[in-house]
């Protein structure tokens, strides 16, 4: 196990909807970053939070945003809810120098728009 | 046009086959590239690394092409466990985009007894 972990498992919303999925960091890790999948397609990152600041973010409007806190747990929101916003949102955190530091990821939230 | 593309699949092969797979990355800046497997319904994890000189982990080895812009991925004596998707993923090392994955949409692999 990566030591990551994510709620919930699985959620279903409506469109129009707003969602708040929470990410727990390994232990030490100080860097999150956040991946949408839809299905039969690869992550695509979202952003990336770096204690406790936007350090990147990916091609993905402003309804989704972001917080880290200062244990460094993370939170995706994701506002007005679209159809396409059905995917398996994946967090994955790194100690520091995510340039170099490996990202672990947590085992996902699967979230259904209906 | 994608910064990571990979041949889908599904590749279905009988147990102790070799099976390779390829991918082609468009961004030249891109530092460093991985391999992860991800099977049905979990996340993506890191299977290895991806050198120019080359990568052997046991049944597994991976390598760059720096001038071609290529990836690839053998995997030897195919196990039923290696049944999954394997995503061939670049890493930008410098500049704003820092420290971000760029992943393929993953090669299916299928081992059958």
């Known amino acids: 196990e990566t030591g990551v972990t994510q709620s919930p498992t699985h959620l279903i919303k409506t469109r129009g909807q707003q969602v708040t999925l929470r990410c727990s960091s390994q232990s030490g890790h100080n860097t999150v970053s956040w991946y949408q999948q839809a299905l039969g397609q690869g992550p695509q990152f979202i952003f990336q939070?770096?204690?406790?600041?936007?350090?990147g973010r990916g091609n993905f409007p402003p309804r989704f945003s972001g917080l880290q806190f200062p244990n460094y747990s993370s939170e995706l929101n994701v506002n007005a809810l679209e159809l396409d916003d059905s995917a398996l949102y994946l967090c994955?955190?790194?100690?520091?120098?995510?340039?170099?530091?490996?990202?672990?990821f947590g085992p996902g939230t699967r979230l259904t728009v209906l | 046009r994608k910064e990571v593309e990979q041949d889908p699949g599904p590749f279905n092969v009988p147990e102790g086959a070799t099976v390779a797979f390829n991918c082609t990355y468009s961004?030249?800046?891109?530092?460093?590239f991985f391999w992860y497997r991800q099977d049905c319904r979990k996340e993506p994890k890191l299977l290895m690394s991806?050198?120019?000189s080359g990568n052997e982990d046991g049944r597994f080895t991976a390598q760059l092409n720096r001038a071609s812009q290529y990836i690839s991925l053998l995997i030897r004596d195919s196990k039923l466990s290696d049944s999954a998707t394997y995503l061939c993923v670049g890493r930008l090392d410098r500049g704003s985009t820092l420290g971000r994955l760029y992943f393929g949409r993953g090669t299916q692999l299928t081992v059958w007894p």
């Open positions: 994955a955190s790194s100690l520091g120098d995510i340039s170099t530091d490996t990202q672990y």
């Open positions: 939070y770096y204690r406790e600041e936007e350090n």
């Open positions: 961004n030249s800046a891109s530092q460093s």
């Open positions: 991806v050198y120019s």
